[in-house]
């Protein structure tokens, strides 16, 4: 989740915004916001939020998971098709190929250029603490105005320089009903994460990773894409009290396919809920737009549903979040 | 090693290609890239090269070398400042920031935007086997005209999708020598390489990845940017025929600060030879323009100097190269 | 006429191919090619072409025409929205705004980017002579192989960097046929030009500045976008042996709304055959996507429909083609 | 003038503010921005400021000058080589040559790609009206908020869609002091520009554009390029008390080669203050980074130092400026 607008100065929500009844009041998503804030948790110069969740042992641990010795790709390839869900669509250009260097005698190189927004729909991404303010406040009460023009002064990309390793866990909810995917505008609730852990013979965690898969991406392969924001049909995603859940079981970063959340929105006034308790009230590592389609074919061989996972965003000073390829590690 | 040249039109060989003595002759070096040329090793179509060497054993066995949790960044913050090492620097504009979303409610986003050359001597990145081509031929005897303005028909980096996981092993050049960093044009040898393995208690092996280290980002930290092409004062890589060693060793990658050639080249005609054997010849998994100053701290405080290393370029179909953040894993 | 793909080696011409009846041979084609070739009349080392026809009399002409002195933009505002005839939206980013500069006292800066093809069915945008190929030739017979991943050698777009000076003449067929615009796939014939020409009290001569006007843009702003390509609607054009009149007339540059083609084309095996026609045979100023809207009502105000017409390309060493802003002087 | 910076987050000024001695106090400055200010001149909703002295009148008068019929480019070529003085260079790269769309059949074609931040010492460009804030004011009284990271809310360059067309008025200082080119940080005072009047025989009246010559671009192509800004040699131009004669004069529009500014500045605390004081007071149109070496051979061989100009900037919703190519026509 992360881009808002469709081109410029037109805001897809201001377009088209669903009028789906609210299912949490203003009010009782500010009193879940409270329950979930991690603002002060680690200290008033806290940075990384719930990544703290995970220590030296959960790694150690994660590095013993790798058994069969298969990496796996868990993002999308990079998107240069402008479509309804890829408004900003990367550019890639070639600078040299190998037809001209010949006068310049041996090796011939050829070369390429890349320019991207660090977020949307079709490019798998992670985002900074930064990337998301609520009434004013960033992750650990930093006021929105330490984001300018500029970039922001902290909680960037950099944060996460040094890698995010980790056990993952895969709750795969199509698996669990049974269906290639969830509809957009679907909700998962605690109930059915429950019985997916269930099914799976995993439990999510201290300091793990939680990959969540709705089936988004599947649907955009067999049916195409189409318009998932809030002037078209939407996505499927996680219900708001979810995170309840997530805070309590002291998860550290969550990896959906969709963005995590259900859109249309079920909360008043609030047009993306789980980020903003993910991000903003949390601290916790987000990420978005990922693929599961080659992951769950590799669980079902190994049949085990955790496994280590390693994310490396790009060093960029001043990031509001990265293009990156999450690995797993079986 | 990559970018030629400098602005559009002036190569920076043409303009100053330095007039050292050849210690190797153009004959030499065509005997040498035959005796170290895995073409048809591996089979016809064979696109991975020598990333065939690591095997799930060796992925195991480096998720086994977990043990101290720690995990840090082999990659230079990327850089967007213009100078003698940086003439295309990367681009990065904020898109949106909290200041103006307020209309829509709540939350608020900020977001920017990225763009670059997916090499140059600032930017550390990872090389795909199209990157290279010698006397017409790309690894695996492809074509060079396999690669047009659309990009490579085959061998992008897509290649690598599913990341790089295996043992690192670093080398250090300047510690063995008692010294912060080795001079530009200066080129390390078997002998020397091999006294290190002994000091560090190491020995590169089959399926490795090749961490090599002659100070080159310390030596910028501490003197500020130079220019280390051809019509500059170069840089210290390795000799051409260290890569005899590294063809019977069977390493798999290779990890240098600068790019691993040492420029200006010690072959007759050839500007990179280092990079044209382990890329056209080898097969090799090729990266450059890491750093190691943060690596070598922990190496030193953990009294070890080998690690896992996940490399995890980013999903780009046609790429020829790519940005990323390699992770060491302690 | 420019984009020919959709996305990266999804071409839209191999996607969706109408199977328009042929309405010439390929053959007629060729010798149609043959008929308004101007290669070798203006020396074997011309780059100018069908612009030698503007004399300095024809140019001290176009400025007798300045009379009221008004000016108005033929230029479609620069587009960033991405759509069917726009996969390949310009960005825009702010650098700075006034926020954060007070650190360093007065006065504030604001600053911001663009990034953009040079050619596009949204961007008005002038082509270079470089641009189009036809049978492995550009115009004056040079080879396409002039043309490497580093740019053109010769006939760039900075061939016309000293912009372009002359006499505007405007055919406007929707006010001729007393319609809103042209349907896409309709092809105007000379008689029709000529109809106009009468209804309107000029003639097309020697040195003029053609602009031609179907409804293009009008229908886009009361329609909305649509796929002008060859896997969609198309778009409404001349007929291709309109540019034997052309030929005939000395025609200097010709301006249309949409590209001047008729797609689909109604020439065996060749897609935009006017284009190739003006560009690659006779070497003419070719531009296209402008828009009409607000100069046709000066023209009607004025009731006149010539103007000084001034063409100002970037100056771009190596551009195939520039954005631009063509202005009407009246 | 625009680029105050250099790289991200190290401001030039700040990084090595010249000490000259401040020949006017910031109280002065003051004064003598009240004395030229056009606030309200032309209503409280105005946004052409000083272009609104551009009558029909003055454009018919432009269109008259034009006898001889020659154009000459006012731009420098746009310069993708980083420097001195071109820390963010432009780019350009090619996105697709006639090398693979042979298999479509004819023709073939080339395109290519530009980005450019629209502002920067090597780029010609023109500044819109939103580009310069003076204590937290735009031209006419408003708020530099209405600039956020989506651009400007009024005032952007579109307000120049149209383009700007009048009578350009050359005064040449090295010709008047027989010299090949002004030094860095020489100002250039109303008696030396009225001196240069008589001698070219030429008055700058009501609606003029002034086109003004400091020999800037000769000196960097005879003596390549340098660091110009206030952390080093500076640049040649006006001195602030010469914006006195601009506005009595009703100038209309300024073109420099350098940027008209005198850097490093003599006003205590303003760092641009020919700029702050032609924009955000007067509403004047300003460009900089032109070249008229090209200009003065023609000025010579017509004897003459007044001709037509037509600006036209591209037509870009919410740009701050826009490289162009400036046309002077005779």
Redesign the interface.
Known sequence: M??????????R??AGMKTKPAHMSAHEFDELFQKVCNWGRWGPNDERGALNYI??????A????????????L????N????PD????A???????????Y?????????????????GDCH?HIDAL??????GKLYNARP??S??????TSMDI?TY???I?GRGVLLDIPRLRGIKWLEPGEAVTREELEAAEKAEGVRLGEGDIFVFRTGHHRRRLELGPWNNGYDGEGKAGLHSNVMLMLHERKVAAFLPDGDGDTVPSNVE????PV??LQI?AMGMVAADSLQFE?LVRVCEEEKRWEF?V?L??????????S?????A?F
């Open positions: 992360n881009r808002q607008y469709y081109g410029s100065g037109e805001y929500m201001k220590t030296p042992a959960h790694v150690r994660a590095g013993a998971l790798v058994h069969s010795g298969r990496s796996v790709s993002s999308i390839p990079i240069t098709v402008a479509g890829n408004p900003h669509p550019v890639r250009y070639m600078v040299q190929t190998h037809d001209i260097t006068d310049l005698g041996e090796p011939t190189f050829c070369l390429d250029y890349i320019a991207c927004e660090c977020h798998t930064c990337h998301i303010g609520y009434k929105v105005s984001v300018t023009s500029h970039g922001p950099t320089a040094h890698g390793v006034g609030v047009a993306y980020h903003t903003a080659e280590m390693v490396a965003p790009l060093r960029l000073p001043g990031g509001t979040g293009l990156f390829n999450p690995i590690i």
